[in-house]
Every structure is written in structure tokens, then in C-alpha cells.
């Protein structure tokens, strides 16, 4: 079993490689938010914080008991996963930390999705229409205790370092990077009424896409791992919030995200959980 400080390591390569297929089909495909306005609806970032819960494993599994994912935040009735093989579950029944899911069959929007980037040649970078992203963190908190020595630092937690990360790899790519270092702790139920505040001033900058970069806390080790070309990796799971106005649209990005990003390498995105 290889330490879990290689897979911290890992999981911030697999952070920029995704922002970086983020950025570079930005402009052939729907950005995150758009059109981007400083004017935000008051439920645009809403989530609830109760949905995070560090060391707290739900799990979701199909009606013959199969496991489907299982992550550290709450799962409600009307939850929805779609697998990065294009299979999608609507959460049916919550029993404490025990969820059922519906196999609703395949996606056929991602399936399109699919078939179209296995199609098309995909560029290193687009120099015709540069773009920007911007990030931030919500639970600027969020930490990694084998690089930390701790789950959480208020204020400069080890999330930021995530964060840096994918800003210089996207910098040297020639990309345009705002990175908010905003803190907005403490972590209760006004953290993302908090970290819209900055998300608001990040959408002046008039971004492709906006990512707000958080650490899971499925305390298993393993079950993020995957080998890809022989190569040890920690799998990205995408959510999309359903309080959002504008979900429908974040829902189809994530899915082209998806599509292509598991199209260059297969696997790296495990899931999208919305």
C-alpha cells in the first residue's frame, strides 16, 4: 500500500490536470457560471454545512446491495451519482448513514459527450482564446495530517497549498489565474454565505470557470487509489450543488468535464455526486 503522503501529492497533480481540461475546452463548452455577475442570487452557493462531516462515512449502495460511492457528507433523498462509465443513481432512501439507490440506467447526455471527445483532437493549450480560472476554498480550514499534522489549520489550512499548486501549473501553461486566500472560517452554517462573498468578487474577473477546491474525508485510504498506466493516482469526484439556480448548466459541464478528462485518462474522475 503506498503512504498516504504520495496520494496527497497525487490527488494535487489530479486537481491541475483537471482544472487544466477545465480551462483548455472552456470555450467550446458551457463555463461553470454564466453569464458571470457580480450579482449573485442569494442561493446560488448555498449549501448545507452540515453536509461535511470529517471521519463520517456514508455510504450509498444499489438494491442488490452493491456499493455505489461513499463519501464524508451527508446524503439526502434525491441525491444523484453519475459513475464515470456513465451510470446514474437517484438516492431513493436514507437510513442513518446507510443510502439506497435507484440504477436510473445510462446517461445519454454523457454518453454524447463521450463519443464527441473521442472524436475531436485535443490541444495542448488555446492560445486564439485565452481564459481565466479563479479558485477558492470555502472550508479554508481543510487540511492533510500526514503533510500538515493536522485535519485543520483556520485560516491557511493545507487546502491552500491544493490551491497554489494548480495556480502555478495553470500559470506555466500561460493560463490566467486568480487564486482567493480569502479564510472563511469559523466552519459552522454562514461558511458559504462567508465564501460567497468572495466567490462575487472573483466573478468580476470575469472567469471561465470558477472552482471552489475542497479535501474529501473518507478516512479509507484506498478507496480514491487507482492505477492508471501503471502509475499510482487518487481519483477527483465533481459536485455540483442542487440548491443552485443554475444547477442544470453546472450539471452539463461537470458532465463534459467529466467525458473528456476520462477520455485522456481513463478513470481519473471518479464520479459526479450532485
Known amino acids: 500500500m503506498k503512504n498516504q503522503k504520495y ?9 491541475v490536470f483537471c482544472a487544466f481540461l477545465i480551462l483548455n475546452f472552456s470555450t467550446a463548452l458551457a463555463p461553470v457560471l454564466s453569464p458571470l455577475s457580480s450579482n449573485l442570487p442569494s442561493g446560488l452557493l448555498n449549501l448545507s ?21 461513499k463519501m464524508s457528507r451527508r446524503v439526502s433523498v434525491g441525491d444523484e451519482i453519475l459513475t464515470g462509465n456513465g451510470k446514474h443513481y437517484k438516492v431513493t432512501r436514507v437510513n442513518g448513514k446507510n443510502a439506497i439507490a435507484d440504477f436510473k440506467g445510462l446517461d445519454n447526455d454523457f454518453i454524447a459527450w463521450q463519443v464527441y471527445f473521442a472524436n475531436q483532437a485535443i490541444p495542448v493549450t488555446n492560445q486564439e482564446s485565452p481564459n481565466k480560472i479563479a479558485i477558492y476554498h470555502t472550508h479554508s480550514e481543510e487540511s492533510y495530517i500526514p503533510s500538515d499534522g493536522t485535519e485543520s489549520i483556520p485560516g491557511e489550512g493545507g487546502i491552500f497549498k491544493v490551491g497554489n499548486v494548480l495556480r502555478e501549473k ?11 486566500q480569502s ?10 454565505n462567508r465564501s460567497r462573498r468572495t466567490a462575487t468578487e472573483l466573478l468580476r474577473e470575469n472567469p471561465a470557470a470558477l472552482i471552489d477546491v475542497h479535501r474529501d474525508g473518507v478516512p479509507d485510504p484506498d478507496f480514491y487509489s ?12 465533481l459536485v455540483v450543488g442542487r440548491q443552485n439556480p443554475k444547477q442544470a448548466a ?4 461537470a458532465k463534459q468535464i467529466m467525458a473528456v478528462v476520462n ?3 481513463p478513470g481519473l474522475v471518479k464520479e459526479i455526486f450532485y
Open 183 to 192: 479564510a472563511h472560517e469559523p466552519r459552522d452554517s454562514n461558511s458559504y
Open 226 to 237: 487507482k492505477e492508471i498506466d501503471g502509475e499510482g493516482v487518487t481519483q477527483i469526484r
Open 250 to 253: 453546472n450539471e452539463e459541464f
Open 170 to 180: 495553470l500559470e506555466a501553461q500561460g493560463v490566467e489565474v486568480v487564486h482567493a
Open 7 to 15: 496520494r496527497l501529492i497525487i490527488i494535487t497533480g489530479l486537481l
Open 263 to 265: 477520455e485522456n485518462t
Open 49 to 69: 454545512e452540515a453536509c461535511h462531516i470529517d471521519g463520517e462515512v456514508y455510504e450509498v449502495k444499489d438494491a442488490e446491495g452493491n456499493l455505489v460511492t
